[in-house]
């Protein structure tokens, strides 16, 4: 049953963590094939805030598989140099995630397995 219907995906440029797999797709400087798998350091181009991006989105408590994308696996809140997301919308997001976690839609922290 899909009863919440977060927005998944597709618009949403993608989140923190999520561009392993197709790293650099559309890299600037292009050296592909003498240094394979390193990734040069500096941004190529500036991400856009998919909140920005999209009107349709709302950052909403109740919608925590689409704030999931901007928590670390540890449950924190990535910070907006990583994600992309503009500082206005970063502050609701921040304000959001925060209501989630009162509301227990999201962990404070995760324990991660070590
Ligand atoms: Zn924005």
């Given amino acids: 049953m899909r009863n ?10 993608r989140g923190p963590g999520g561009d392993r797999g197709q790293g650099g797709e559309r890299g600037e ?9 390193r990734q ?11 909140f920005c ?9 109740k919608t925590p598989s689409m704030l999931k994308r901007f928590i670390s696996e540890r ?9 992309g997301v503009c500082a206005q919308h970063q502050r609701n997001l921040c304000l959001e995630i925060k209501r989630a976690r009162i509301m227990a839609f999201m962990p404070y922290s995760s324990a991660t397995a070590d």
Avoid: H, M, W
């Fill in 29 to 37: 400087r292009g050296e592909r094939g003498d240094r394979a798998g």
């Fill in 53 to 61: 991006a999209d009107k349709t989105l709302y950052i909403d408590y």
């Fill in 75 to 83: 449950g924190k809140i990535v910070p907006r140099r990583i994600s």
């Fill in 40 to 50: 040069p350091r500096r941004f190529g181009r500036r991400k856009v805030c998919p």
């Fill in 4 to 13: 919440q219907d977060a927005p998944q995906g597709q618009n949403l440029d």
